[in-house]
C-alpha cells in the first residue's frame, strides 16, 4: 500500500542547532514529494517540492530536501533552527499511480530559545 | 488576498446532527480537495475533485460523509449523523489543473467538535 511514514514526531531543539526530519515513502512508479509547514495557529504551507531534477530542492526560509531513491527518502533539513521554526511539519507524496496526495503522520518541532 | 476560504472557522454540534463545511478554492484551480486532520493522526485523504471527471471518493471513511462541488467552484463537505471521532479539523485545498505537477494550496481549515 503507498504510505509516507515520518519517523520523528515530536523533535525539540535549541536555537542555532541543526535539524533533520525523516520521511520514508512507500510508492511505485513516478513520485512528487513535498514537505509542508503548519505554524501554530495558521494553515499549511509549502516549504518546498521534488518533481525532477536536481535530488537536492531548496526551499523557503532555508529549508532543503534531499530525495534518495534508493532509500525511498525525502529528508528536511536545516543547518541552523531559530524559535520562529516551531511548528508540525508535514511530508507528503503524490504517486502518478493514484493522484492522490498521501501525507506522514507529522512531526512536531520545538524550538527553545 | 485570495487564497483557499473554509466556512464556518470552528463548528461545534451534538451528536447525530449534520453538518455541512464549505469550501471556496482559488479562483481558476480546477482540483479540489479534503482532508481530515485528527490529533495525532496527521493528515487523511478524504475527497478529491478535479474538473468535470467522476470525483475521487476513495478517501471517504464511512457512507455518512459525502461532498459535492457545484459548478466547477464551492465545494461543500456534509457529514451526516455526525459522531464523536468526526472531531476533527477539516481542510480543503484547491491546485491548478495539473494535480501531478502543482502544489495544493490549504485554506484554514473548520474545526469540528462533537459534543
Known amino acids: 500500500a503507498q504510505s509516507v511514514s515520518q519517523h520523528n514526531h515530536h523533535v525539540i531543539l535549541s536555537e542555532a542547532a541543526s535539524l533533520e526530519l525523516g520521511c520514508n515513502y512507500s510508492?511505485?512508479?513516478?513520485?512528487?514529494l513535498f514537505w509542508y509547514v503548519q505554524y501554530p495557529g495558521q494553515h499549511l504551507q509549502l516549504l518546498l517540492k521534488?518533481?525532477?531534477?536536481?535530488?537536492l530542492v531548496k526551499g523557503i526560509k532555508g529549508f532543503e530536501a534531499e530525495f534518495i531513491k534508493s532509500k525511498f527518502s525525502f529528508n528536511l533539513r536545516k543547518p541552523s533552527v531559530q524559535w520562529s521554526d516551531t511548528a508540525e511539519y508535514f511530508c507528503?507524496?503524490?504517486?502518478?499511480?493514484?493522484?492522490?496526495?498521501?501525507f506522514g503522520q507529522g512531526t512536531t518541532l520545538q524550538v527553545k530559545p | 488576498g485570495a487564497g483557499v476560504s473554509q466556512s464556518p472557522s470552528n463548528k461545534v454540534t451534538e451528536k447525530g446532527k449534520d453538518v455541512e463545511l464549505r469550501c471556496d478554492p482559488i479562483?481558476?484551480?480546477?482540483?479540489l480537495y479534503w482532508y481530515r486532520q485528527s490529533l495525532g493522526q496527521g493528515l487523511e485523504f478524504l475527497i478529491y475533485?478535479?474538473?468535470?471527471?467522476?470525483?475521487?471518493k476513495s478517501g471517504l471513511p464511512s457512507d455518512r460523509f459525502s461532498a459535492e462541488r457545484t459548478g466547477g467552484s464551492v465545494s461543500t463537505l456534509t457529514i451526516q449523523r455526525t459522531q464523536q471521532e468526526d472531531s476533527a479539523v477539516y481542510l480543503c485545498?484547491?491546485?491548478?489543473?495539473?494535480?501531478?505537477?502543482?502544489?495544493?494550496?490549504f485554506g484554514d481549515g473548520t474545526r469540528l467538535s462533537i459534543l
Open positions: 485545498a484547491s491546485s491548478l489543473v495539473d494535480r501531478f505537477n502543482q502544489p495544493q494550496h
Open positions: 510508492y511505485g512508479g513516478t513520485v512528487n
Open positions: 521534488y518533481f525532477s531534477g536536481d535530488p
Open positions: 507528503a507524496a503524490c504517486s502518478s499511480n493514484t493522484g492522490k496526495l498521501i
Open positions: 479562483s481558476g484551480h480546477t482540483a
Open positions: 475533485f478535479q474538473g468535470n471527471s467522476a470525483p475521487d
